[in-house]
């Protein structure tokens, strides 16, 4: 089945389905879904809780702050999200957990994952999940940088609006995903439009020239200029690779 078939499938499991579509339910992204270029599932992991209250957390083994979610119970909602409804086989769909530990999300894994079918994506809450479920169940971990949240739920929807904006027919233009940061390596060139003079501030001659192979130029030489200033990581390959660079951005807090 291709992409022509089928839509881009995600699946998030939360303790606070009522997050989801939110802002993915308004501008291009709401649209893509009400046109059914892609859907959106958000499970409550509560479902599968224990006892009368419903439990999925438990203290940390060995002692400390806070709670973690437990294993047999996130594994519960991760085996009963990961089933291919049509064919009762396993889902192909890549399993991520947003994580403090995963490695950086970037523009070239937000690529592979908008060609895929989709993802299932786990948004932890409290101190973190058990360590078991993320070897038992194959979870990727992602983050989207170093800083801290509350939960996994804002990370997902910034990894699905990075997703849906490169699926065929959301954005208007093909070049918009093309030509802008992190493409190439690249942060992305100054833009402008009118009025010509603002506050003593023109738009650059050049782009006012008409002559595209000029353009060109200026763009990639400002593109250089801002990424050498801003983010040399980019350009030295440290950040290209993405093995290894720990970020704050978690089950637990992100």
Not at 25 to 38: K, N, Y
Request: proline share 6%; charged share 25%.
């Amino acid at each position: 089945m291709t992409r022509a078939d089928t839509p881009w499938r995600a699946t998030i499991l939360t303790l606070y389905p009522e997050m989801f579509p939110g802002p993915l339910g308004l501008s291009l992204s709401g649209d893509a879904l009400a046109r059914g270029d892609w859907t959106l599932e958000a499970r409550n992991i509560r479902e599968h809780g224990l006892g009368r209250h419903r439990s999925v957390d438990d203290t940390p083994a060995g002692g400390g702050a806070g709670m973690v979610l437990r294993c047999d119970v996130l594994a519960a909602a991760i085996d009963a999200a990961a089933v291919d409804a049509a064919t009762g086989a396993d889902d192909p769909r890549p399993r991520l957990l947003m994580s403090p530990r995963g490695r950086p999300l970037t523009q070239a894994r937000v690529r592979d994952l908008a060609a895929g079918p989709g993802a299932l994506i786990v948004c932890g809450r409290f101190e973190g999940v058990d360590e078991r479920v993320i070897a038992g169940r194959g979870l990727e971990e992602v983050s989207i940088g170093d800083y801290v949240l509350s939960g996994g739920e804002i990370a997902a929807l910034v990894v699905l609006d990075a997703c849906v904006r490169l699926l065929p027919g959301v954005m208007g233009k093909m070049e918009s995903g093309v030509e802008e940061s992190f493409e190439g390596g690249l942060l992305e060139y100054p833009h402008y439009t009118r009025p010509r003079d603002w506050e003593g501030r023109a738009i650059p001659d050049v782009l006012s020239s008409g002559n595209h192979a000029a353009i060109a130029r200026w763009r990639r030489a400002e593109a250089e200029r801002i990424t050498a200033e801003r983010r040399p990581d980019l350009r030295d390959g440290s950040v290209a690779g993405q093995a290894g660079s720990r970020s704050i951005t978690g089950p637990s807090r992100s």
